[in-house]
């Protein structure tokens, strides 16, 4: 299965060279990849309490249905961000914020 990064890729071939530049991602492509990564860590209960609100420069802001969530989060923040970035193929994500 491919993944979201070599997809995401411009490839223009001139006479010799071959050049890739890399898409940026937009918010909905940040979404569906947080849901995903949210599914695989913490399962359809996870899915279910969790869901991103909006991405703006870097930062990724979650809303959870309850306090626990957004402290569960909160304390993996780090592994999140690692997980979408790895799913994206680039640095794209930088924080996470959670709100109740």
Do not use: H, Q
Request: hydrophobic share 35%.
């Amino acid at each position: 299965m491919k993944r979201i990064s070599d997809m995401m890729t411009w490839k223009t071939e001139s006479s010799s060279t071959r050049k890739t530049k890399p898409v940026i991602a937009d918010e909905k492509t940040v979404f569906f990849l947080t849901e995903k990564v949210i599914k695989e860590l913490y399962g359809v209960r996870g899915s279910e309490n969790v869901t991103p609100r909006y991405f703006r420069s870097g930062k990724l802001f979650l809303s959870c249905r309850n306090a626990l969530w957004a402290n569960e989060l909160w304390m993996t923040r780090d592994t999140l961000c690692s997980r979408i970035n790895l799913e994206l193929g680039y640095e794209g994500v930088t924080d996470v914020k959670t709100a109740e």
